[in-house]
């Protein structure tokens, strides 16, 4: 007998879409990643997926975590050339439901259910206040943010834009970094620096801060050559540790993250021991006369591959209730 599926969940970055079905006890079953410059939208990737695992049957609702803020239903992807609204998605394959949601509001949701071996502890080992607000964050093509908001009465995502909030430099480096990047794009953001198009700039401006070439050319090749033992590239990597850090103490802050701040998205994994080792749990507890606050609150890096897929999942099944 073939399993039954209660509904289509995705995760839809600037660089990767990825989609799987939840079986009726709730398992995530057929995972596919597609790269998302290779279709023309959101729902041509879905038409794909659905012919490839159920021969054009669809279940019955979706939920679809999206890159960006959405609006009365409707998403204009931040770093992708794709519009899309769930009345769109309900007129071209009949879903009785669907819903689309911000990707780190859905990874909001899926934090309190990774499990150890999906975490890596950054800094001490600490247990976040229960009930408590949480706080997703990480850089990828962009940089998203989410918070948790817990209570007795259940658990409710909050998505925002706060990768779009200005950056703030916290020494005589970071105010030159500043002034360069406020040089070649006006007003500067935290996703201008935290990001992997943010990383490899910081590798340019710094070179030109040490007066030395800068003979590589894109981010991956910046991580790689930091592993190899480039100086340069080894200082590009600590920056951004050290700036993501005081990033995260700033945004435990806003959301009285006293749960737990966790830190996702497609480069921190790849950076996991500099994390682990370097500034960024000094500069998130570098907050003045808030230390001692941020200093109680945990810091974990995710290490589970598809969080947004678990946490839209989970919608799904609020949505399922309904």
């Not at 159920?54 to 239903?73: E, F, T």
């Not at 834009?161 to 360069?180: K, N, R, Y």
């Amino acid at each position: 007998m073939k399993p039954q599926y209660t509904g289509l969940v995705g995760d839809v970055g600037g660089t990767n879409a990825r989609f799987a079905l939840v079986d009726t006890q709730g398992h995530v079953r057929h995972l596919h990643v597609y790269t998302a410059a290779n279709y023309g939208s959101l729902g041509e990737v879905i038409a794909d997926y659905l012919g490839r695992t159920l021969n054009h049957k669809q279940p019955p609702r979706a939920v679809v975590a999206v890159a960006g803020p959405v609006l009365d239903g409707e998403i204009e992807f931040t770093n992708l050339d794709w519009q899309v609204s769930e009345g769109d998605l309900l007129a071209q394959f009949s879903f009785e439901a669907v819903e689309l949601m911000n990707d780190f509001a859905a990874q909001a949701l899926a934090c309190p259910l990774l499990a150890p071996a999906d975490l890596r502890t950054l800094g001490p080992a600490l247990r976040g206040a229960a009930d408590c607000p949480m706080v997703v964050l990480g850089a990828g093509t962009g940089f998203g943010v989410a918070g948790l908001a817990r209570s007795e009465r259940g658990d409710t995502a909050v998505a925002t834009e706060g990768g779009h909030a200005a950056f703030a430099p916290s020494d005589d480096v970071e105010v030159e970094i500043w002034s360069q990047f406020r040089a070649r794009h006006g007003r500067v953001s935290i996703e201008r620096l935290m990001s992997g198009r943010g990383l490899f700039e910081l590798y340019g401006v710094l070179a030109g801060l040490r007066q030395v070439e800068a003979p590589l050319v894109d981010e991956k090749a910046v991580m790689d050559a930091a592993s190899a033992g480039n100086a340069l590239a080894g200082e590009t990597l600590d920056r951004f540790c050290a700036i993501l850090g005081a990033v995260a103490g700033d945004l435990a802050l806003s959301f009285g993250a006293r749960g737990g701040v966790f830190v996702s998205g497609g480069i921190a994994p790849r950076m996991a021991d500099r994390l682990a080792a370097g500034a960024f749990r000094t500069r998130f507890e570098d907050k003045g006369r808030l230390s001692a606050y941020v200093a109680e609150i945990p810091t974990s890096l995710v290490l589970h591959p598809y969080p947004a897929i678990i946490g839209a999942a989970r919608q799904l099944e609020m949505l399922e209730r309904l």
